[in-house]
């Protein structure tokens, strides 16, 4: 008896090892066409920063005071770079960028890359060269990432969260 209870502990034991070893696959939430409709959006959204349509622009945010847009900031008691929450900040901040000389947004669009987090929620990164004449920049094209999260607000996928970091220099090698 204590020989048969052993053997069938261990067996147990065997095959639950081999479950929880097997890793869990998940289903994308998000089928070809939603990811699709995503990119779509995003080179819209590039359209529109660099023709500056600010009230176009406007429409492609999300609705809420919980909206971010992360860039350089002009104010030095915000920091180099800060974070502007809810419709008013972000509107005005894409103005005063806007609005301070050219822009030129130029996605590598061969690496844009859209994931569905859930059936509602998507994030969006794709490698840039931003040339822009704000606050102290002096217009020469540089190496950005975007990174956006996409909410879908109805039929519509609008831009919750759009955050833009600068890619530092490489670092000088030593030799």
Request: hydrophobic share 45%; net charge positive; aromatic share 8%.
């Amino acid at each position: 008896m204590y020989k048969t209870l052993l053997v069938a502990l261990a067996a147990s034991a065997c095959s639950i090892g081999a479950v929880a070893a097997t890793p869990a696959v998940r289903k994308e939430p998000l089928d070809a066409a939603s990811l699709s409709a995503i990119k779509s959006r995003f080179g819209r959204l590039m359209e529109l920063a660099n023709n500056h349509d600010f009230k176009a622009l406007h429409g492609m945010f999300w609705q809420s005071p919980s909206t971010l847009l992360v860039a350089k900031s002009a104010i030095q008691s915000e920091g180099n770079w800060a974070g502007f929450w809810g419709n008013e900040a972000v509107d005005q901040k894409l103005h005063d960028i806007g609005s301070s000389g050219p822009v030129v947004l130029e996605p590598d669009y061969s690496k844009l890359k859209v994931v569905g987090l859930t059936r509602d929620v998507a994030e969006s990164y794709v490698p840039m060269n931003i040339a822009v004449s704000y606050a102290g920049q002096d217009g020469t094209a540089r190496p950005f990432l975007m990174i956006i999260n996409w909410l879908r607000v109805g039929k519509d996928w609008k831009v919750a969260s759009e955050i833009i970091l600068p890619v530092p220099p490489v670092p000088a090698t030593k030799g």
